[in-house]
């Protein structure tokens, strides 16, 4: 179906929402846009995520890099400023007024129209008395925080990540439930600005879906800060107390904090829209997708909600697909290369598989060898490769160490184009940088 057809609608003006109606104009200059929104234009990622969270990340990440840096540290003799911290956020996020990204929308000749969406048979939708009708129809309605259903976690005042990022204290004491990235920044980030923090995490280490050295080294560099760290342990029960919080864990001990921190996933929004009348398959992952984003005739599904993989640029991924096709063009997703960072100090950064039967894996510990970096002393840090030995290529990539997210670039590009192991071992890497450990790993692979 090309845009040829009628309007194209958009439900969910975020990071998602927004992308896709920038590649479609591209390719479509007449077509005619309008896009849903019920809460802030640009969404989660610029006001409650992304944004927010790595700019709150920053100030610690520099003072605890100065304080390891003879010369910095002697210059170094305050501390943390809360206020400045967050004030810095403010900026960052324009103190959440969305009137850039409005404008933006309106730039690109596509009407915002503010409030709930329903869908009231295919080809209509409806915002209060207003009805919308439609040629094709994107959904991206995005995600919010997953609350498990632990008893008595509804009397509590808790936070969820969008209430941490905003907070505005520091608590003296706070237990976070869950150890995925969201968990681990944000108990990072507090226990640098003071707080006494606790993670509790059901499996069996934190970052439980990478890597397991990923989760392993970082609990090291955690506890070694003086973050505790409880694994294979879930809470129990919760209660409010004089003091704040409860918690009994299934372990049988109890912690207590002035704050708790609810970490332990997202939803996708999918329920209360109406979307069951236009004939989608909708699972607890989301909306079920082809390799086009097509969720059902004339509806497509992009970014959390389509239920491939929580992260803001698979979602912008997507929105280029599912353009290209509503355009008129035939594309479909690949999914081989999607690269992730932990913005933790290190970060965790990841891309592809690195486990899988018939894989072979190589590894270099950033700490050995003569890699010259200014670190003195060298803290924990690694690079680990998975290689599919028949094909000689790259399938997966984990890096842990300063900046990785930056230098995981080329192994996503590595993964994605499927560049032979020779030509990666040929490539000539800026030195003294900590990407040089990447070819060290690469030689470590080809002697495996």
């Known amino acids: 179906m090309g845009t040829r057809n009628g309007r194209v609608l958009v439900l969910g003006a975020g990071s998602a929402g927004e992308h896709f109606v920038g590649a479609l104009r591209r390719l479509d200059p ?147 439930l869950g150890g995925g990235p969201v968990g681990a920044e944000l108990a990072q980030f507090f226990h640098r600005m003071g707080a006494g923090v606790t993670i ?25 800060e003086g973050i505790e760290v409880r694994v294979e342990v879930r809470a129990e029960r919760v209660d409010a107390v004089d003091t704040g919080v409860r918690v009994d864990l299934t372990s049988g001990e109890t912690l207590e904090a002035e704050r708790l921190l609810v970490a332990t996933g997202r939803r996708p929004n999918v329920a209360g829209f109406g979307l ?36 803001t640029h698979v979602g912008k991924y997507q929105a280029r697909v599912a353009a290209a096709n509503i355009a008129g063009h035939d594309v479909t997703a690949d999914y081989r290369a999607i690269p992730a960072a932990v913005f ?10 690195t486990e899988g039967s018939g894989l072979v894996t190589a590894r270099y510990e950033i700490t050995g060898g003569r890699l010259s970096t200014y670190e003195r002393p060298r803290r924990a840090g690694l690079v680990k490769l998975a290689t599919d030995p028949r094909r000689r290529v790259l399938v997966g990539a984990v890096a842990i160490g300063p900046e990785a997210g930056e230098w995981l670039g080329q192994l996503t590009l590595a993964v994605r184009a499927e560049v032979p192991l020779e030509v990666l071992l040929d490539t000539i890497q800026p030195y003294p940088t900590f990407s040089e450990s990447i070819f060290n790993a690469l030689r470590e692979l080809a002697d495996s």
């Open 30 to 176: 007449g077509v005619e846009i309008v896009v849903i929104e019920r809460e802030l234009a640009g969404g989660e990622c610029s006001y409650y995520a992304c944004l927010p969270t790595k700019t709150l990340l920053r100030p610690t990440e520099v003072l605890a890099a100065a304080r390891s840096s003879p010369g910095a540290a002697e210059a170094v003799t305050g501390e943390l400023d809360p206020e400045r911290v967050y004030w810095w956020r403010d900026q960052v996020t324009d103190g959440r007024d969305d009137s850039w990204h409005a404008g933006w929308l309106a730039d690109q000749r596509a009407e915002l129209v503010r409030g709930e969406a329903q869908v009231r048979r295919p080809g209509v939708v409806s915002v209060g008395e207003r009805e919308i009708e439609y040629g094709a129809l994107v959904v991206a309605t995005g995600s919010s925080p997953a609350v498990p259903p632990v008893p008595g976690i509804e009397s509590v005042d808790f936070w969820t990540s969008r209430d941490a990022v905003w907070a505005g204290v520091v608590p003296e004491r706070l237990i976070v």
């Open 276 to 311: 069951e009348e236009l004939g989608v398959e909708i699972t607890p992952r989301g909306l079920v997708v082809d390799d086009r984003l097509r969720a059902a005739d004339g509806v497509w599904a992009i970014g959390d909600v389509a239920g491939v993989a929580l992260l």
């Open 200 to 224: 509790v995490e059901p499996s069996d280490r934190i970052l439980s879906r990478l890597d397991p050295e990923a989760g392993r080294l970082l609990r090291q560099r955690f506890e070694e």
């Open 344 to 353: 933790t100090d290190p970060q965790v950064a990841s891309v592809g598989t």
